[in-house]
């Protein structure tokens, strides 16, 4: 039963339907209820991606060395560039979204259909490059070995930089069968044969004494601090991964199990495996949320051509969805500053 409040020329429903709590629509409300609980959703994630970060420090990958890909570049290292570029893009798609609100409430039917597009175009920008990132992340660029302790052994030249694999590898007249659960031990497989073997690699390092091994924990160099007592010795901290004597890295190398290439959910050449855990994940599930986007933008924007809108005398739904895309171009930027800058 409706509670009612009468007054002295007319009798107010209460609940009716018709009072907006702070001037917001029904829509808008629950679209905020939307993006609070998809905020700590988001929280969730990032937090448990910070948690193991710093749990897992010396064996956690140097962003620099990860992201170092820029399409029609190849063999250029650009570290950090095409991340930064994407996320110039999305925010820059913010600023069309928020053009397009406002050409909303000037009821000019022209200008949103034209803000939105151009809001479409920067998310499929986005989306496309994050599967190209993907793309690289998963194939890898240099290769690594894998102990039977599971450590992870990257190889370098004198000057400390990496050597890819086939720079050096050799090929041994082997027949290698891919390993698979019907034929494996204890079930084992492997989603497919890498290039190389673990002789090859051991064979053609063997071949090329200038080359040395450099494994994933991270030590900090305060080399700058000792240049000029001046500055803090907590600002100079600069982080590098070890590299191993030559002696060392023959003996390392002799305990080799797996060779890897790229990264997936089991291994990662780039350091630990929890590192691609978690960046398929989270950069997954926001990539999820900006295509979700471009679908219900398109959506919006066809309206918005059929004049179903100017039909309402309103653009409430632009202002309503362009709230989701803020939201997600939010999201992006603690994705972007935790996996990338931190």
């Known amino acids: 039963m409706e509670s009612t409040v009468t007054t002295a020329n007319s009798e107010e429903k209460t609940w009716g339907g018709g009072n907006e709590p702070m001037g917001a629509s029904y829509g808008k409300l629950m679209m905020w209820f939307f993006i609070v609980s998809d905020a700590l ?43 930064a570029l994407m ?18 409430h000037h009821m000019q039917k022209s200008k949103v259909a034209f803000y939105m597009f151009l809001t479409i175009i920067g998310g499929l920008i986005f989306v496309g490059s994050q599967a190209w990132e993907w793309k690289n992340f998963i194939k890898g660029e240099y290769g690594a070995i894998e102990t039977k302790g599971g450590s992870l052994l990257q190889f370098v030249d004198k000057e400390g930089h990496r050597v890819k694999l086939e720079d050096f590898a050799a090929t041994l007249p082997e027949e290698r069968v891919q390993l698979k659960r019907n034929t494996g031990r204890w079930f084992m497989e492997e989603s497919a ?9 051991q064979a053609g390092f063997k071949a090329h004494p200038e080359l040395l091994i450099r494994t994933e924990v991270i030590y900090e160099d305060d080399a700058v601090s000792k240049k000029d007592t001046r500055i803090d010795h ?37 350091g630990s495996k929890l590192f691609a855990d978690f960046f398929f994940f989270i950069t997954g ?13 398109i959506i919006i924007f066809f309206n918005v051509l059929l004049g179903t809108y100017e039909k309402r005398r309103s653009y409430e739904m632009v202002e309503k969805v362009g709230l989701y895309w803020h939201f997600v171009d939010l999201v992006w930027v603690f994705v972007f500053t935790v996996f990338y800058l931190v």
């Open 41 to 83: 959703t988001f929280s969730g994630f990032l937090g448990a991606y910070g948690f193991s970060r710093f749990k897992f420090i010396e064996t956690w990958p140097l962003a620099d060395e990860v992201f170092t890909h820029f399409p029609f570049m190849h063999g250029v290292s650009a570290p950090m560039y095409y991340v």
């Open 87 to 104: 996320t110039f893009i999305l925010i820059f798609s913010s600023v069309t979204m928020v053009l397009a609100v406002d050409a909303g």
């Open 193 to 201: 044969l890498p290039s190389y073997s673990v002789a090859e690699v």
């Open 234 to 270: 907590n600002l100079t901290k600069i982080k590098h991964k070890t590299i191993l004597t030559r002696a060392e890295s023959e003996a390392r190398l002799s305990n080799a199990s797996l060779v890897i290439e790229g990264a997936n959910l089991t291994h990662n050449e780039y």
């Open 285 to 297: 599930f926001h990539g999820f949320h900006v295509f979700s986007g471009v679908i219900i933008n």
